[in-house]
């Protein structure tokens, strides 16, 4: 595998790699996958749903990632 800067290559073979895990985990356990993560971009690839974690509760975000960004960028406006 050739890396390109930054290894930008090898996080697009690991994103690929796990979108086709979690479709077959989904598919064959008909259950979900929880993924973690800071990167926008791969929720976006690859995120149906967002659930927010913080103050002792998990909530799901209706209206996905953007939804989510507007809410802390109101919580910070707030502050």
Excluded: F, N, P, T
């Excluded at 996958?33 to 509760?57: A, F, M, N, P, T």
């Amino acid at each position: 595998m050739i890396l390109l800067q930054d290894g930008v290559l090898l996080l697009l073979v690991l994103v690929a790699v796990l979108v086709v895990v979690s479709s077959i985990c989904v598919l064959l356990l008909q259950g979900g996958v929880v993924i973690v993560s800071h990167d926008e971009r791969l929720i976006r690839l690859i995120c149906r749903e967002v659930w927010v974690c913080g103050d002792l509760k998990v909530h799901r975000v209706e209206g996905g990632i953007d939804e989510y960004k507007k809410l802390v960028q109101q919580e910070l406006a707030a502050s």
